[in-house]
């Protein structure tokens, strides 16, 4: 125990010694196509490849961490890591307590996914994912309304039949229907975009992610990235 | 990993599995399999330390001592392990780094605490936002075990302080009739006959100990719980090579079979154990071990 305690001290001061600036991402690695484990067991998918081309741009060198997207802002807050991109959608409620860049994608129109498509979806069940503007707006709606902690688990809900439909980004939806799933014709119109989020104190950093997401709005590169990933419309 | 496997679309059967089970995602589940074993042989004798100090501390004849060995194991087994796990866990990384900011950076004028914000200079931050990936899971790791022997070690002081208890007053007595110091007495006469008293309380401990580790998750590390959902969810073809249907049943009886292999073991370990120490015992089992051999 005491040499452990030791050792982690001394690591945690030789480690100190080349400084250059590494920021740690933090993601929750199962949302496909935004971000899902590979097979590799790497951190991959849409916002893999955005955040290491904003890192460069930023002359940053970063570090990828998975987190729980249940905890994802607390532990931000808390300071695990120093930024979420994780599909998280600009909203004032979630604005109030951390910070976001400008949006990297549109906001664009979640959807809903049932076993048939005749579904009746305000006397039905609807899963969403908990803490999600899914979730929130299926709450508004007055609806009843089934959270579940990670995505997979929503979908799974709507295939045995515990709830009627789920609603969530389309993009991730699009890679779920068939075998026995249909997408509903109705969808809704939720949240500002798709930004990355900052503790309110850093300030400094955010700017620079900011101007990198600008720098590859403004050369396209962006809507290139978006549309190999399939995650949204475009700018 | 093997030189068939660079299209896994055309394996079938046995020859898919072995790719399969071979990608690096599921590498990580086997080295997650360590981090728990690894976490399990540093917490339990941890614990155990912790348990014995705070059981000695309530017997202690100083009063202060005995409400911090009192205190201790009360509030620590009232706190539900969930809430224990998020709050003392960040309220000890805090501290931590509080501690390191007052000594490295003692002209910083912005206050700590800025709304919900816990801000300290950089050279404070533990481990270090510079770091390498695994400096902070090792870090977390550290933190986990440290969080795990507190609160195991609260209900291992209970069990040892009724298992000191135990003892019968009359063993006691004759060390002192022999003219041992209250010392002598309790590290040679008190301290090797507990054992058999605590041991079927610490077994228990043991057990539950085995089967939470999925809390760690929580404090980020990867346990095997969290690898077994995270592999068995539904892979479609586009992110993977190996496409599957939700597979959580097969997963999670896999987990099932590891857990109970790993508790049978137990048992038969800490059956022997019992054995050898009711050796010579005052207790109904030491005198059948004695009588059998008589």
Not at chain 1, 54 to 81: F, H, M, Q
Not at chain 2, 69 to 78: C, E, F, H, Q
Not at chain 2, 83 to 93: E, G, K
């Amino acid at each position: 125990m005491k040499s452990l305690i030791l050792g982690t001290a001394a690591l945690a001061l030789t480690a100190g010694m080349g400084l250059a600036e590494t920021v740690r991402l933090g993601t929750e690695g199962a949302y496909a196509p935004w971000n899902f484990v590979n097979d590799a067991g790497e951190i991959d998918g849409f916002e893999r490849e955005l955040g290491d081309e904003l890192c460069k741009r930023a002359e940053l060198t970063c570090e990828w961490v998975k987190n729980d997207w249940d905890s994802i802002i607390p532990n931000l807050v808390s300071g695990n890591y120093d930024t979420i991109i994780a599909g998280m959608s600009i909203t004032d409620e979630r604005d109030e307590v951390i910070d976001f860049t400008q949006p990297y994608t549109p906001p664009d129109p979640s959807a809903y996914v049932a076993q048939s498509a005749d579904v009746d979806l305000e006397n039905g069940v609807i899963a969403a994912q908990a803490t999600t503007i899914q979730a929130a707006f299926v709450a508004e709606q007055g609806w009843t309304l089934v959270e579940f902690a990670t995505p997979e688990e929503t979908v799974a809900a709507v295939r045995n039949g515990e709830a009627d439909a789920v609603l969530a980004d389309k993009s991730f939806l699009d890679t779920v229907v068939g075998d026995g799933l249909v997408m509903l014709e109705k969808s809704e119109s939720l949240g500002g975009g798709v930004g990355m989020g900052f503790r309110e104190s850093d300030a400094e950093l955010r700017g620079k992610f900011d101007a990198a997401i600008q720098s590859m709005k403004d050369d396209g590169s962006l809507n290139e990235l978006i549309a190999k990933w399939e995650v949204s419309s475009q700018w | 990993m093997f030189s068939y496997c660079t299209d896994p679309s055309t394996l079938e059967g046995l020859s898919w599995l072995s790719c399969y089970l071979t990608t690096g995602k599921h590498v990580n589940l086997y080295i997650s399999v360590f981090v728990v074993l690894t976490l399990l042989a540093i917490t339990a004798p941890t614990a155990l330390v912790f348990g014995f100090g705070a059981a000695s501390a309530a017997r202690s004849k100083f009063l202060p001592l005995r409400w911090f060995g009192k205190g201790y194991t009360s509030i620590v087994r009232g706190v539900p392990d969930i809430a224990f796990f998020l709050f003392f866990v960040i309220a000890l990384d805090q501290a931590f780094e509080w501690m390191r900011h007052k000594v490295k950076c003692p002209d910083w004028d912005q206050p700590i605490r800025q709304g919900i914000d816990f801000v300290v200079c950089d050279a404070a931050k533990l481990p270090l936002s510079t770091s390498p990936q695994w400096v902070h899971e090792t870090y977390g790791f550290f933190l986990a075990v440290l969080t795990f022997s507190i609160v195991f070690g609260a209900f291992a002081a209970n069990v040892l302080y009724g298992a000191m208890r135990a003892v019968p007053r009359a063993q006691i007595e004759t060390a002192e009739a022999y003219g041992m110091t209250h010392r002598q007495a309790f590290w040679r006469i008190l301290v090797p006959q507990m054992w058999v008293y605590a041991l079927p309380g610490l077994s228990n401990l043991w057990m539950v100990l085995i089967k939470s580790t999925p809390l760690l998750f929580l404090l980020g590390v990867e346990d095997i719980v969290y690898w077994a959902k995270e592999l068995g969810g539904t892979k479609t073809a586009r992110f993977t090579d190996y496409p599957h249907p939700n597979w959580h049943v097969e997963y999670f009886f896999a987990l099932l079979v590891f857990y109970l292999c790993f508790t049978k073991v137990s048992e038969v370990v800490l059956d022997r154990v019992m054995t050898r120490l009711t050796k010579g015992q005052a207790t109904a089992a030491g005198e059948a071990q004695r009588k059998a051999a008589a």
